[in-house]
């Protein structure tokens, strides 16, 4: 999976490999 720049507009599935809240 692709790790989009903006963590804000990923879906809660990105937030689970990229927990930057």
Same mark, same amino acid.
């Given at each position: 999976? !692709?790790? $989009?720049?903006? $963590?804000?507009?990923? $879906?809660?599935?990105?937030?689970?490999? !990229? $927990?930057?809240?």
């Amino acid at each position: 999976m !692709v790790h $989009p720049t903006t $963590p804000e507009s990923s $879906p809660p599935s990105y937030r689970l490999d !990229v $927990p930057k809240q």
